[in-house]
């Protein structure tokens, strides 16, 4: 079915070979639902019971009332005042959803609240004064356009000026992804410990990792968080990537403990609420985020495992946006499991249990797929493989195969043979990539609180510098 498919059909009503731009009121009878607090309640529903062509299909106290009004087919508009609780781009599409258009009733002196509606992708408003006047209006106008079930998002500031019935059309020309700059590398894999966090880090730490060229072309690197010495602005030119580390995990978050920070609060969580109010802009994320360097920021996870329906795919996806137009890297530590139970179980739309990790996979540029180097994690990554093709949205997305916790030595070499010829038929032309088995140094990094690549030079660590320079070899850096 097409969008336009879906569409409701009015009356009467034949959209083919006309322009629904011409579309009038009193030719149909349009159910509108409403969910406005405060003294103008009264006022709008006044006013869509005494338009031609409008019936006031429910009056609704709260937006969960509201969406069940249009789950069920109630209504094909919504109006809907900006000050509403709940009223934020979850709310937009999934009326988006259902075939219903949004008309919001805004203060005409709270800029803050025009600027969010355009933000929003709100595409019509009524001020508190005109509704009388110009509610009328501003839905047959909302019905005779498509673009706006689908709003996207404007960055905060924008403001609307163009009218009480319509939210500026220069916002509504500016309503789109904010510009990319950065890309986003998305650190998934298997069950049972690979290793994805630590490799998360390592790869992040390593992507900003400060290189220092001097006169003769040698070429020193930063290491941990303290300066480093430089051979001054004459002599050597430092080059600095800046990255932002996503702790996405919604089953075992651990970036805070594992980088030594003491964050109580999830940044994560505090930019997704900003973004699902339309307020993420680069202040709000930045007020986000825990900066670890100087180019190194880290959005911290969920500090309970159980606030996991904060991360909606919806403001997820305007996060890693509004991230990828600040940085040249965001990697993001994604959970394991990718499965949409809540699909088969539920008839109406529920949160997504593993929505954080599915929207940080549809929108990665590169993802590095982990496992463990044991017979176990060698049948867990070809299984996490065979998911990851059989994902529309994945399956032509670059990847990388990288396996964990290898032995090293001479003696192993037969092994390292065994897992690279298991791997081959999944791996894509590029082949597994072997990490050694270092749980020493590994686990020196974890009590001190730092990433594997800020402290001593490791054959760890050497082996996590050498896939971040080939993501960044790959990406053209």
Same mark, same amino acid.
């Given at each position: 079915?097409?969008?336009?498919?879906?569409?409701?059909?009015?009356?009467?009503?034949?959209?083919?070979?006309?322009?629904?731009?011409?579309?009038?009121?009193?030719?149909?009878?349009?159910?509108?639902?409403?969910?406005?607090?405060?003294?103008? #309640?009264?006022?709008?529903?006044?006013?869509?019971?005494?338009?031609?062509?409008?019936?006031?299909?429910?009056?609704?106290?709260?937006?969960?009332?509201?969406?069940?009004?249009?789950?069920?087919?109630?209504?094909?508009?919504?109006?809907?005042?900006?000050?509403?609780?709940?009223?934020?781009?979850? !709310?937009?599409?999934?009326?988006?959803?259902?075939?219903?258009?949004?008309?919001?009733?805004?203060?005409?002196?709270?800029?803050?609240?025009?600027?969010?509606?355009?933000?929003?992708?709100?595409?019509?408003?009524?001020?508190?004064?005109?509704?009388?006047?110009? %509610?009328?209006?501003?839905?047959?106008?909302? &019905?005779?356009?498509?673009?706006?079930?689908?709003?996207?998002?404007?960055?905060?500031?924008?403001?609307?000026?163009?009218?009480?019935?319509? =939210?500026?059309?220069?916002? $509504?020309?500016?309503?789109?992804?904010?510009?990319?700059?950065?890309?986003?590398?998305?650190?998934?894999?298997?069950?049972?410990?690979?290793?994805?966090?630590? %490799?998360?880090?390592?790869?992040?730490?390593?992507?900003?990792?400060?290189?220092?060229?001097?006169?003769?072309?040698?070429?020193?690197?930063?290491?941990?968080?303290?300066?480093?010495?430089?051979?001054?602005?004459?002599?050597?030119?430092?080059?600095?990537?800046?990255?932002?580390?996503?702790?996405?995990?919604?089953?075992?978050?651990?970036?805070?403990?594992?980088?030594? &920070?003491?964050?109580?609060?999830?940044?994560?969580?505090?930019?997704?609420? $900003?973004?699902?109010?339309?307020?993420?802009?680069?202040?709000?994320?930045?007020?986000?985020?825990?900066?670890?360097?100087?180019?190194?920021?880290?959005?911290?996870?969920?500090?309970?495992?159980?606030?996991?329906?904060? &991360?909606?795919?919806?403001?997820?996806?305007?996060?890693?946006?509004?991230?990828?137009?600040?940085?040249?890297?965001?990697?993001?530590?994604?959970?394991?499991?990718?499965?949409?139970? #809540?699909?088969?179980?539920?008839?109406?739309?529920?949160?997504?249990?593993?929505? $954080?990790?599915?929207? $940080?996979?549809?929108?990665?540029?590169?993802?590095?797929?982990?496992?463990?180097?044991?017979?176990?994690?060698?049948?867990?990554?070809?299984?996490?493989?065979? !998911?990851?093709?059989?994902?529309?949205?994945?399956?032509?997305?670059?990847?990388?195969?990288?396996?964990?916790?290898?032995?090293?030595?001479?003696?192993?070499?037969?092994?390292?043979? #065994? =897992?690279?010829?298991?791997?081959?038929?999944?791996?894509?032309?590029?082949?597994?990539?072997? =990490?050694?088995?270092?749980?020493?140094?590994?686990?020196?990094?974890?009590?001190?609180?730092?990433?594997?690549?800020?402290?001593?030079?490791?054959? !760890?660590?050497?082996?996590?510098?050498?896939?971040?320079? %080939?993501?960044?070899?790959?990406?053209?850096?």
């Amino acid at each position: 079915m097409s969008w336009d498919e879906a569409l409701p059909q009015w009356p009467g009503a034949n959209f083919e070979g006309s322009n629904v731009d011409d579309l009038r009121l009193d030719q149909y009878d349009i159910r509108v639902l409403t969910a406005v607090v405060g003294p103008s #309640e009264g006022e709008v529903a006044r006013a869509v019971n005494e338009a031609a062509g409008l019936t006031l299909a429910r009056r609704c106290a709260d937006s969960a009332e509201l969406l069940g009004a249009a789950q069920a087919g109630l209504g094909a508009v919504a109006v809907i005042s900006s000050d509403l609780v709940g009223f934020d781009r979850t !709310l937009i599409a999934d009326l988006a959803r259902e075939s219903v258009r949004v008309v919001a009733v805004n203060d005409p002196l709270d800029q803050f609240s025009a600027d969010r509606l355009s933000a929003l992708g709100v595409q019509r408003s009524v001020s508190l004064g005109d509704i009388e006047e110009q %509610l009328a209006t501003a839905i047959e106008a909302v &019905l005779g356009r498509h673009d706006d079930l689908f709003p996207a998002r404007v960055e905060p500031g924008r403001a609307a000026a163009a009218g009480s019935s319509r =939210i500026s059309a220069a916002g $509504a020309a500016n309503a789109a992804t904010p510009t990319k700059r950065g890309n986003v590398i998305a650190i998934w894999g298997t069950h049972g410990a690979p290793g994805r966090s630590t %490799l998360a880090a390592g790869i992040a730490f390593a992507l900003a990792d400060a290189r220092e060229t001097d006169k003769r072309g040698r070429t020193r690197r930063g290491v941990g968080r303290k300066k480093t010495e430089t051979a001054g602005p004459t002599t050597a030119m430092r080059e600095r990537a800046s990255v932002l580390l996503v702790d996405a995990d919604t089953y075992a978050p651990s970036q805070t403990q594992a980088l030594g &920070l003491l964050e109580e609060s999830s940044g994560l969580a505090m930019a997704c609420r $900003a973004a699902s109010m339309g307020t993420l802009g680069a202040a709000a994320l930045q007020r986000s985020t825990a900066q670890i360097t100087d180019t190194v920021g880290l959005l911290t996870g969920l500090p309970r495992t159980t606030r996991w329906p904060e &991360l909606s795919a919806t403001a997820m996806r305007d996060v890693l946006d509004a991230s990828t137009a600040l940085h040249d890297w965001v990697v993001v530590d994604c959970a394991a499991s990718i499965e949409e139970d #809540e699909l088969a179980v539920f008839d109406t739309p529920v949160p997504s249990r593993n929505a $954080a990790t599915l929207t $940080a996979l549809d929108r990665a540029d590169l993802v590095v797929v982990v496992g463990k180097g044991d017979p176990l994690g060698v049948r867990r990554l070809v299984g996490q493989l065979e !998911l990851r093709r059989e994902r529309e949205s994945l399956a032509e997305t670059p990847y990388v195969v990288v396996v964990n916790a290898v032995p090293n030595g001479r003696s192993a070499q037969v092994r390292r043979a #065994e =897992i690279t010829e298991a791997l081959a038929k999944y791996s894509g032309e590029l082949g597994p990539i072997l =990490i050694g088995y270092d749980p020493a140094t590994a686990e020196a990094a974890m009590n001190t609180g730092v990433a594997v690549t800020e402290g001593k030079a490791s054959g !760890l660590s050497s082996d996590f510098r050498s896939l971040a320079q %080939l993501i960044s070899n790959g990406f053209g850096s």
